[in-house]
Every structure is written in C-alpha cells, then in structure tokens.
C-alpha cells in the first residue's frame, strides 16, 4: 500500500458495511454436509434392498435441497441404471459432470451409457 504523503497529500478511505443474510447452507454447512451424508447412505440401505423407488424419492429431495452436489447426481444416475433406465441414468451422470467435470468415474459412466444407447452397442435405451 503506497504511502499517501509521498505523492504529496493525504487521503481518506470511508465506507459502509452492511449486514447480508446468507443461505442457510452456508450459516449451517456442517448441519447439511450431514444431512446430504445421512441421506446417501440412507439411500444406499434402500438400494441394497432393491427399493429403488424409496431411494430415488430420497435423493429427489436432498437433490431439490442441494442442487449443486455432483454425488447426488451420481446416485440418481446409479439408482436408473440399475433399473436399466438407461437414457435418465446418462441424464444424471451427465447432470453431475457439468456440476464437476473432472470426475472420472462419471465420465466413465457417460462413455458406457453412450456406447449403450448408440445403435451398435445393443440399443438398451429403455
């Protein structure tokens, strides 16, 4: 920071801070670090038991709460693939890897998908 009086004068800085409410998933990111952490292994427990409808309905919620958690969007890919729904899996994955595009077991995932759906690779698109 440059000495004012070197350039032959003085000066003077004011300003005003204001108070701003942040996102409660800022004030609180412990408190939803174990939400999310509870409700993928929540979720996990269903899909071990093949409730695939429970588990989809529960990441669903912490997705419309946590929207730009790229694991989520990993999880709702991987309940719809093993459902062999394979075009809203590669939506998912695909979802998840815009979040975080350098996650390689995603990009895998979007490769396998593809190679799924495209005409020669068996057309399982359902």
């Not at 408190?31 to 588990?55: L, P």
């Amino acid at each position: 920071v440059p000495n004012l009086q070197q350039f032959g004068g003085d000066g003077r800085i004011s300003t005003t801070l204001s108070a701003i409410e942040l996102p409660k998933a800022c004030v609180a990111q412990e408190e939803s670090v174990n939400e999310i952490a509870r409700g993928v292994a929540a979720a996990g427990g269903m899909i071990q038991r093949r409730k695939f409808a429970e588990a989809n309905a529960l990441v669903d919620s912490l997705i419309a709460k946590y929207g730009g958690v790229s694991t989520l969007y990993d999880l709702q890919g991987n309940i719809y693939y093993l459902q062999k729904d394979v075009s809203r899996a590669l939506a998912s994955y695909k979802e998840s890897s815009r979040l975080a595009p350098n996650n390689t077991q995603t990009l895998r995932m979007i490769d396998r998908l593809q190679k799924l759906q495209a005409p020669m690779g068996g057309g399982q698109s359902q």
